[in-house]
């Protein structure tokens, strides 16, 4: 029986800028790159060289630590440029793709009459067993352990996040090939979430869970779905999933290609013409972007969400997990006294001379001024009232900051995040890298534990 998530501790971040529910092919990319610096702990081992000619879908490289996990190219045309940087350590692989892809065929798979050993392998070859997260670290699942649940977020509750809604429309044949294949890697449930009063493709899924939620930020995050619904224990594994990447893996079993399509919801309030390009993973952000058009030059562009998203320039490539590309204004100007005076076009947990609790609808213009600089943790309780997880965020940031394995263990940390400490950054007095720390935290925990 489905078990439905409400959850009352969170905040809704509403900015100018939204984008219009409006489709585009974006102009073609020149050049698409993959940065291993994505792929959190994967050391890459290169399958081919310079001056390659590639279809898309063929291998590029793989993890040196499990060589059956490769990564493949996502589209086709000539691998022009392999960048190093300190140690040989390979930065980013640019492929100059054709004007038209050619597919490499992994042949049509019918999930139904595979079984969990043939599907494992058929994603691996074809490269799409990257998509695939697990928690304890938030890594690259290990594809010789069994997760005993699968987790898929249907909807984005985020600042300027992509409608899941309205981007997996008509694509039920491939969630449902997708789903069909995840639910037989799995001893236990596929749980999907969705809105609460969404329209999804997802919700007349069969082989899955469904489970609903209401649109308080961060109930998209699968994180908070996880410890809501099956929570991560010592000795215990989960995999989650993007809902996007769900339509990769469904293509591949039904055409046979690895087909690494994104579509990327272009938002903030710095972009004349806020809406959806349909382009391919690792793209150049700047074929959609100026094709939207800037509002300003001071500008900061985000590939990802403004949360937990990575600053670029226009002249990079889209992040390998990345649905989003959000411009906002630089915030590089001072505040002449804006510690002391009252503040009505920010947004704040507190109401200390602060006035945005009184229009909880008003969309807010904001850039990414920290508005504050860096101070030792300040104990103000209001990291709670955003953190809906059953764990103390104070401590475990704490423990992660000593280096506290025990602590860590027993605060949680198994089944956190970064992205779980988005908001406990955002609202942060003493503008600490919660993120960060985090991130230092589970690679600590997976070199000393595994």
């Given at each position: 029986?489905?078990?439905?998530?409400?959850?009352?501790?969170?905040?809704?971040i509403?900015?100018?800028?939204?984008?219009?529910?409006?489709?585009?092919?974006?102009?073609?990319?020149?050049?698409?790159a993959?940065?291993?610096?994505?792929?959190?702990?994967?050391?890459?081992?290169?399958?081919?060289r310079?001056g390659?000619?590639?279809?898309a879908?063929?291998?590029?490289?793989?993890?040196?630590?499990?060589?059956?996990?490769k990564?493949?190219?996502?589209v086709?045309?000539t691998l022009?440029?392999?960048?190093r940087?300190?140690?040989?350590?390979?930065?980013?692989?640019?492929?100059?793709?054709?004007?038209?892809?050619?597919?490499?065929?992994?042949?049509?798979?019918?999930?139904?009459?595979?079984d969990a050993a043939?599907?494992?392998?058929?994603?691996?070859?074809?490269?799409?067993?990257?998509?695939?997260?697990?928690?304890?670290?938030?890594?690259?699942?290990?594809p010789?352990?069994?997760?005993?649940?699968?987790?898929?977020?249907?909807?984005?509750?985020?600042?300027?996040?992509?409608?899941?809604?309205?981007v997996?429309?008509?694509?039920?044949?491939?969630?449902?090939?997708?789903?069909?294949a995840?639910?037989?890697?799995?001893?236990?449930?596929?749980?999907?979430?969705?809105?609460?009063?969404?329209?999804?493709?997802?919700?007349?899924?069969?082989?899955?869970?469904?489970h609903?939620?209401?649109?308080?930020?961060?109930?998209?995050?699968v994180?908070?779905?996880?410890?809501?619904l099956?929570?991560?224990?010592?000795?215990?594994?989960?995999?989650?999933?993007?809902?996007?990447?769900?339509?990769?893996?469904g293509?591949?079993?039904?055409?046979?290609?690895?087909?690494?399509?994104?579509?990327?919801?272009?938002?903030?309030?710095?972009?004349?013409?806020?809406?959806?390009?349909?382009?391919?993973?690792?793209?150049?952000?700047?074929?959609?972007?100026y094709?939207?058009?800037?509002t300003?030059?001071?500008?900061?562009?985000?590939?990802?969400?403004?949360?937990?998203?990575?600053?670029?320039?226009p002249?990079?490539?889209?992040?390998?997990?990345?649905?989003?590309?959000?411009?906002?204004?630089?915030?590089?100007?001072?505040?002449?006294?804006?510690?002391?005076k009252?503040?009505?076009?920010k947004?704040?947990?507190?109401?200390?001379?602060?006035?945005?609790?009184?229009?909880?609808?008003?969309?807010?213009?904001?850039?990414?001024?920290?508005?504050?600089?860096?101070?030792?943790?300040?104990?103000?309780?209001?990291?709670?009232?955003?953190?809906?997880?059953?764990?103390?965020?104070?401590q475990?940031?704490?423990?992660?900051?000593?280096?506290?394995?025990?602590?860590?263990?027993?605060?949680?940390?198994?089944?956190?995040?970064?992205?779980?400490?988005?908001?406990?950054?955002?609202?942060?007095?003493?503008?600490?890298?919660?993120?960060?720390?985090?991130?230092?935290?589970?690679?600590?925990?997976?070199?000393?534990?595994?």
């Amino acid at each position: 029986m489905s078990k439905d998530i409400k959850i009352k501790k969170g905040l809704a971040i509403r900015l100018k800028g939204e984008a219009d529910k409006t489709l585009s092919n974006a102009p073609r990319s020149r050049t698409f790159a993959i940065r291993p610096s994505d792929l959190h702990l994967i050391t890459p081992k290169l399958a081919v060289r310079e001056g390659a000619r590639l279809q898309a879908g063929d291998t590029l490289f793989f993890s040196k630590d499990n060589e059956a996990i490769k990564f493949s190219s996502p589209v086709s045309g000539t691998l022009t440029e392999i960048e190093r940087g300190a140690k040989r350590v390979i930065t980013k692989i640019t492929i100059e793709g054709d004007q038209q892809d050619v597919f490499r065929d992994f042949g049509v798979k019918t999930p139904s009459s595979m079984d969990a050993a043939a599907i494992k392998s058929h994603l691996l070859a074809a490269g799409c067993w990257p998509f695939i997260m697990q928690r304890p670290y938030a890594v690259i699942a290990n594809p010789e352990l069994m997760p005993k649940a699968i987790f898929v977020s249907g909807l984005n509750t985020g600042p300027l996040a992509t409608d899941l809604d309205f981007v997996l429309q008509g694509k039920e044949k491939e969630l449902q090939a997708a789903l069909s294949a995840l639910a037989k890697l799995t001893e236990g449930s596929v749980h999907v979430t969705i809105g609460k009063n969404s329209n999804s493709p997802l919700a007349g899924m069969n082989d899955v869970t469904i489970h609903k939620t209401n649109n308080l930020h961060p109930a998209g995050n699968v994180g908070t779905q996880i410890n809501k619904l099956d929570p991560v224990n010592k000795g215990e594994v989960v995999w989650t999933i993007g809902a996007q990447d769900l339509v990769v893996i469904g293509e591949l079993f039904l055409t046979g290609k690895y087909n690494a399509e994104r579509v990327i919801a272009l938002a903030g309030s710095s972009v004349k013409t806020a809406k959806y390009y349909r382009t391919r993973l690792g793209s150049e952000v700047a074929t959609f972007v100026y094709d939207s058009g800037l509002t300003d030059e001071n500008v900061r562009i985000i590939s990802g969400g403004v949360l937990s998203g990575t600053a670029i320039s226009p002249k990079q490539h889209l992040g390998f997990y990345d649905t989003a590309v959000t411009v906002i204004p630089e915030g590089d100007d001072y505040d002449l006294f804006g510690w002391a005076k009252p503040v009505a076009n920010k947004i704040s947990t507190s109401r200390a001379l602060t006035f945005s609790w009184m229009t909880p609808k008003k969309k807010f213009d904001l850039n990414t001024n920290t508005n504050g600089e860096h101070r030792a943790f300040v104990v103000t309780g209001g990291y709670e009232e955003v953190f809906p997880l059953d764990i103390f965020p104070l401590q475990i940031l704490k423990a992660c900051l000593v280096k506290d394995l025990d602590a860590m263990e027993a605060l949680g940390m198994y089944e956190v995040a970064p992205e779980d400490f988005a908001l406990t950054e955002f609202v942060c007095v003493s503008k600490q890298p919660h993120q960060q720390i985090i991130r230092q935290g589970l690679d600590l925990m997976y070199k000393e534990i595994g």
